[in-house]
Structure formats: C-alpha cells, structure tokens
C-alpha cells in the first residue's frame, strides 16, 4: 500500500514509533491494524522531527490481500482527522519503498515577518518581529544549489563516515499573503536538521547579522558552529516527494 498523509506535527515526538512516546507513525499504525486486523510495519518517506509537519509524507506498508484502499482511507480518518489525515490510498507496484524510490523531497518552511503576531498561523510559521532583507535572503540562497557537503548545517549522523553531501535542485523564497515568506527547498534527499539550520542562517542574513557573501564560505567549513541559529521546528512543513 502506498499513502500520502498529512498531519500537524504539534504534539508529536517525530515521525519515527519510539517506545512510551507520541509519535504520527505510531498513531498512524495504531487506525491501520486496527482496520487491517494486522500489524503493519510502516515505511516513511521522511523521517519529520519533533514539531514538524507534513503536507505530502508517503507512507508504503504490506497489507492483506483483500484490503480496499477507500474504507482504509475512510476509517483511519475518521480515528485519527484533524490532525492526521491520509490524503490519498491505493495498492502500490510490487516492491514499491516509499524511501528508498524518491528521487527527491521537497520542503515548505514559513515565517511571519511581521511587529504583530498571529494566533491563526503561530502553530505552522515563525514569528520574527523585526524586517527581514528578502533580497539579501535570496542572494544568499544561490550557493545551496548543486551538490554539495552540508556538514555546516547537520547534526552529526550517529554513524560516524557517513555522507553528508546532497544535491540542491531549488532553494528560495517566495512572498505569501499576510506578511509570509515561504522557503522552498527540494534536494535528493535531507540529513538532520539541514533544512532548519539553513532557514536559521538566511534569517541571519536577513537580519543583517551576516552578509549574503558569506553563505558560500559556511558551506565549505564544514562546521556546524559557523551556521546561523536552527529556525524553530513548528515552521517547517514535508510539501511533497517525488519518485520520477
């Protein structure tokens, strides 16, 4: 089975099922093998943090035979709506893995740049108060793309000589209605907290705190404590993977 599911990250201790906590892929299984009358073993497209959301996620599980994927879609929504919700269901091509066949995941994160808060977007964008130099924010996107190292922007992988290098197809920022900034980001794949870390860093930019010039020498450090601050987790959304 292949789904894609969207789901408001507050609350939830990430993605990933991890014992005694609130996790989406532990509620998510919970409706499924309720339903199923099965245990499943679910497969993400992205493994979300604590806080984060998702608009696109693709899940892949084995399923019984018989399984329909409309009354799968209509009772785990009714367990789990409106906070997590399968958007689509349907039998997927035998060997199909929701992580290991995307080619390619792209990211949304918000930010309210504006003096006044707003209650109705505090839970998805972050609040920052004082003007943002978008044109400097864009500036200082264009050395994302390409293939890169981002060890400046990474949490160091738990196994040590993994790679961090990824290939950037689509880094910038685009203006929204109400005072938002959109950055969106697609690349091969993500590693921890790189979207967040660079978010962080072009905020900075925007601030005035460093010039757009310097993105290219944060790149080639290599070093986390060169990057700017990590953007808080309740901004950043899982928009779509891609399998072509």
């Known amino acids: 089975m292949r789904l894609v599911v969207a789901y408001d990250g507050t609350g939830f201790h990430g993605f990933a ?8 892929g532990g509620a998510l299984a919970g409706a499924l093998e309720r339903h199923l ?3 499943v073993e679910l497969t993400c497209a ?3 943090d604590a806080g984060v959301h998702a608009w696109g996620q693709v899940v892949s599980f084995d399923a019984r035979a018989d399984v329909d994927p409309a009354g799968l879609q ?3 929504n009714r367990a789990l709506r409106p906070r997590v919700v399968v958007r689509a269901a349907e039998i997927a091509a035998e060997g199909f893995d929701a992580r290991r066949g995307a080619t390619g995941r792209r990211y949304r994160y918000t930010v309210r740049n504006h003096p006044v808060a707003d209650p109705f977007t505090a839970g998805t964008a972050w609040h920052v108060e004082r003007p943002l130099d978008l044109g400097a924010m864009r500036l200082a996107c264009d050395p994302l793309y390409g293939e890169h190292d981002f060890s400046s922007f990474c949490r160091r992988p738990p196994v040590p000589g993994a790679s961090l290098v990824r290939v950037v197809r689509e880094a910038r920022w685009v203006v929204s209605d109400h005072g938002l900034l959109r950055f969106e980001i697609e690349a091969s794949s993500f590693c921890h907290q790189m979207v967040r870390s660079i978010v962080g860093t072009l905020v900075d930019v925007g601030l005035g705190k460093r010039k757009a010039g310097e993105m290219t020498g944060v790149i080639r450090s290599g070093s986390r404590s060169v990057a700017g601050q990590l953007a808080p987790a309740h901004g950043l959304c899982l928009w779509e993977v891609n399998y072509q």
């Open 74 to 76: 209509r009772s785990v």
């Open 17 to 24: 099922l991890q014992p005694g906590l609130t996790t989406v």
């Open 46 to 48: 992205g493994r979300t």
């Open 37 to 39: 009358r099965h245990t």
